[in-house]
């Protein structure tokens, strides 16, 4: 049951109206704002982390070795990697998902949220994983000469288990970027 069109603000396009039902369902995309809201106070929390680490890393600096010094910057990047994601996750999952920014022409605008769709931001979060589990492969391997004292947490079978999550990682992105490229020429042909 439709009613009359409605006038938009844009360019005076007419609007349709929605039954009930539809517009319910429509409007329950509006049920994942707290959810994003979370993941912005997650990122408040990966904030206080990383000043905690900063701080760790400036105040013992002196009496910090190489190898610590690089697995505290290692651990800032990671902070900072994660931290990606969740901007990400929270601006393009929203923008695709719940509701437009309407950030055309602001000079803050990200570049590649004008393009981003489900499958674009699906390929965007697998290679920011892929990325944060690098980190923690680097930080392994940095303390892989460690191995078999007590000096390390990591074990030869921890070692291959990381390594292995990893090119599972890879193997995924790499699948979803072909599932997602056979789907776009799959619609060409089909628009065609």
């Given at each position: 049951?439709?009613?009359?069109?409605?006038?938009?603000?844009?360019?005076?396009?007419p609007v349709p109206r929605l039954a009930l039902l539809p517009m319910i369902i429509f409007g329950s995309r509006w049920l994942?704002?707290?959810?994003?809201?979370?993941?912005?106070?997650?990122?408040?929390?990966?904030?206080?982390?990383?000043?905690?680490?900063?701080?760790?890393?400036?105040?013992?600096?002196?009496?910090?070795?190489?190898?610590?010094?690089?697995?505290?910057?290692?651990?800032?990047?990671?902070?900072v990697m994660i931290s990606n994601l969740l901007v990400m996750v929270i601006v393009g999952g929203y923008e695709t998902f719940v509701s437009r920014l309407d950030l055309q022409g602001h000079p803050?605008?990200?570049?590649?949220?004008?393009?981003?769709?489900?499958?674009?931001?699906?390929?965007?979060?697998?290679?920011?994983?892929?990325?944060?589990s690098s980190i923690a492969l680097l930080r392994t391997f940095i303390e892989a000469g460690n191995l078999g004292s007590n000096r390390t947490d990591f074990t030869e079978t921890g070692v291959m288990w990381q390594v292995l999550i990893h090119i599972t990682f890879i193997a995924s992105a790499i699948g979803i970027a072909y599932v997602d490229k056979l789907s776009d020429s799959g619609m060409r042909k089909h628009a065609e």
């Open positions: 049951m439709s009613v009359e069109p409605e006038a938009s603000t844009e360019a005076n396009l994942q704002l707290p959810l994003y809201l979370g993941l912005i106070v997650a990122q408040c929390v990966y904030i206080v982390l990383f000043l905690k680490e900063l701080w760790h890393l400036s105040w013992h600096a002196i009496d910090l070795t190489e190898q610590q010094i690089m697995m505290s910057v290692l651990a800032l990047i990671d902070v803050d605008e990200p570049e590649w949220l004008g393009h981003v769709n489900a499958s674009v931001l699906k390929i965007k979060l697998a290679m920011a994983i892929i990325g944060i």
